[in-house]
């Protein structure tokens, strides 16, 4: 950020850019000097007073001061373009669910997978890539697979959406292990975030006379989906022969009454589920490990 952008407040502990030299141009404090905000100008045109610490005061300008927290923080080198390390890309959301009309949206989700000289390097790699304008998230490959293990709707879903549109050698690896995934942390994850959300609908039907219909549409559908991968071990991301009674959700056509009486006759479905499910109670982090070592080795000698 431009230095010269805002106003330090007083106080604040600064670290001095330039050095202050007598008339003669003797050097009475050198640059990198740290001291103490003891005034703030009106404007940006004018100069600060910075106390030291053998207590005299010097003015500077905003320019010549840093404040000292950010004084120790490396330059970053310029961010790189992260897309070409994309090596899984697909589409989620109301496209993937058959839920989508002509108004809506293509989201676009994944995992992408640095050079390991970009992973290793001081300044890391992002956990996350987002593109609000294009609607695409990618998640980095450790984060990915942490988030699947947790049973994470969002994630979960990318591993099974129809609508694939770029998948590497390392993505097709992973989708061929998609199952080791799946596990009652399901129920947990479903029930637990379903069972929040309707609480707040209801409080807003009670406190302001409506609800938004959209969530409600797709957490009935998160449990129909819950409820799939419990009794056939997979995610089943279109909705198939709930679409129609599911938009009738989404349009507020269905009294709450009846939605509500929907998501209870799930639960207690989602219920006898979990008591019959032969998923595992955990995921198999053995073989999602395995697969994240073998990844990363797989970028040893790439050129980031």
């Known amino acids: 950020m431009n230095p010269d952008l805002h106003l330090l407040p007083i106080g604040t502990q600064v670290v001095t850019r330039t050095a202050v030299h007598t008339p003669s141009g003797e050097v009475t404090r050198p640059a990198g000097s740290v001291g103490v905000v003891r005034q703030v100008p009106a404007d940006l045109q004018h100069a600060y007073r910075v106390q030291f610490p053998g207590g005299r005061e010097q003015t500077f300008l905003r320019r010549d001061l840093e404040v000292r927290k950010q004084h120790h923080t490396p330059d970053l080198p310029e961010a790189p373009d992260w897309t070409p390390w994309v090596q899984y890309r ?26 390991a000289d970009r992973h290793w390097s001081l300044w890391g790699v992002p956990e996350q890539l987002e593109n609000d304008a294009t609607q695409e998230t990618y998640w980095e490959l450790q984060k990915f697979l942490s988030l699947a293990l947790k049973a994470n709707p969002n994630v979960l879903e ?14 097709q690896e992973l989708l061929s292990m998609r199952g080791a995934f799946l596990s009652t942390l399901v129920y947990q994850t479903y029930n637990g975030y379903v069972l929040s959300q309707f609480k707040k609908l209801d409080a807003d039907l009670r406190n302001h006379g409506k609800i938004r219909w959209k969530h409600a549409m797709h957490l009935i559908r998160l449990l129909l989906s819950g409820i799939a991968v419990l009794e056939r071990g997979e995610v089943s991301v279109h909705v198939g022969e709930h679409r129609e009674r599911l938009l009738t959700v989404k349009r507020g056509e269905l009294p709450w009454a009846e939605v509500n009486a929907w998501r209870l006759d799930l639960h207690a479905r989602f219920d006898t589920a979990l008591t019959r499910t032969t998923l595992p109670e955990r995921p198999d982090y053995a073989q999602v490990n395995a697969f994240l070592v073998r990844a990363r080795r797989s970028m040893l000698d790439v050129k980031g």
């Open 90 to 115: 697909c589409v989620v959301g109301s496209r993937a669910f058959g839920l989508d009309t002509e108004d809506s949206d293509t989201d676009r989700r994944g995992f992408y997978l640095a050079p």
């Open 158 to 171: 990318c591993l099974y959406t129809p609508l694939i549109e770029t998948a590497s050698p390392i993505a």
